[in-house]
């Protein structure tokens, strides 16, 4: 014990190598390791982990074990509702800077302000590390709007190497008997068919409210649809796909004249990330969760702590 001691304070505290360790104790690089093995063994030696201010290992890991997610990133934030925006769009940019290896496809959900923020303060890869960037709900909108959804496409294709696909129409159409032509349109078919190669789908979490930029295009729901949605219990939607507060799919009248990616198609993909803070959207994000429609979550510290 004494030796183990000698040899684990030698290596931990004054910061001598293996061999040195060896050459002033007389004895083999080898013994000294095992001996250092054992050391953490017998308890001699103990590992601890400080986090500094702003890492929340231990929320992240607790949200992973609750809802079953792959992932969970959780940032500090100084405010509250958009001021949420800035610090979740960088963990994004971060997120996906480190995690985008190459050949994915990505889906990213249109009209929301915090991926295009995100895209803004992204980095460019110097290799491409994706092959497709595809809308994965309808992009088309009122023209001083539609510019964001078209930007965030394709500047993140930019970004990544990637070729941009775009969704050519609206995420919401006028009638069933509309989505059926339109999905038979060979440029919006072609989109459709690309849903099923995600393999990473980017999306903002909505709540009942529309935010700002979706209801400025044009794609949000009318208010006889948003109260049918709150006679049903529905807390949020992912790419207008709307859910109650188990995560349980809503049937609205509406569903059939959506065009964008089914709830089947989405929970698919193998990485879904969803990116929301705020306290407003809490019931949505921990529906979001409960319901597997994300599997990667991106949020702040107070919805870290109120979801568990």
Same mark, same amino acid.
Request: glycine share 8%; hydrophobic share 45%; proline share 5%.
């Given at each position: 014990? $004494?030796?183990?001691?000698? @040899?684990?304070?030698? +290596? /931990? ?6 061999? %040195?360790?060896?050459? /002033? ?20 030696? $103990?590992?601890?982990?400080? #986090?500094?201010?702003?890492? /929340?290992?231990? =929320? ?21 509702? *958009?001021?949420?925006? *800035? ?7 971060? +997120? ?12 990213? #959900? ?9 895209? !803004? ?9 994706? %092959?497709?960037? &595809? ?32 969704? *050519? ?16 349109? *060979? ?8 849903? #099923? ?10 709540? =009942? ?6 209801? $400025?295009?044009? !794609? ?14 529905? &807390? ?5 796909? +709307? ?7 809503? !049937? ?22 969803? @990116? ?25 510290? %107070? ?6």
């Amino acid at each position: 014990m $004494r030796l183990l001691v000698k @040899v684990a304070r030698m +290596y /931990h505290e004054r910061g001598l190598r293996q061999p %040195e360790i060896a050459s /002033h104790l007389n004895m083999s690089q080898p013994r000294v390791s095992r001996l250092l093995k054992e050391a953490t063994d017998r308890n001699v030696v $103990r590992t601890v982990v400080v #986090s500094p201010d702003g890492v /929340h290992a231990e =929320l992240e890991e607790a949200l992973v074990e609750k809802f079953g997610l792959r992932d969970a990133v959780v940032v500090d934030v100084g405010g509250t509702g *958009p001021d949420v925006i *800035p610090a979740l769009a960088a963990a994004t940019a971060v +997120y996906l800077d480190a995690t985008l290896k190459g050949g994915d496809v990505i889906g990213i #959900s249109s009209w929301s302000a915090t991926l295009l923020e995100s895209v !803004n303060v992204m980095h460019a890869k110097t290799t491409p590390v994706a %092959e497709e960037v &595809v809308q994965i709900v309808g992009g088309s909108g009122s023209p001083e709007v539609q510019l964001h959804a078209t930007r965030l496409t394709s500047r993140l294709a930019e970004l990544t190497g990637a070729r941009p696909v775009f969704a *050519p129409s609206a995420a919401l159409v006028g009638s069933h008997e509309l989505r059926e032509l339109l999905s038979r349109e *060979p440029a919006v078919a072609e989109v459709m068919k690309s849903w #099923s190669r995600l393999t990473l789908a980017l999306l903002g979490i909505g709540t =009942l409210d529309p935010s700002p930029l979706l209801q $400025r295009s044009g !794609n949000a729901i009318a208010p006889q649809d948003q109260r049918q949605l709150e006679d049903l219990g529905a &807390v949020g939607d992912v790419c207008t796909r +709307y859910f109650d507060a188990e995560g349980q799919p809503v !049937n609205a009248d509406f569903d059939d004249r959506i065009i964008g990616i089914s709830p089947r198609q989405l929970q698919a993909v193998d990485r879904r990330i969803g @990116v929301a803070g705020g306290m407003a959207k809490l019931a949505a994000i921990r529906g979001a969760a409960l319901g597997g429609w994300i599997n990667i979550l991106i949020t702040d510290a %107070e919805v870290a702590r109120a979801l568990l």
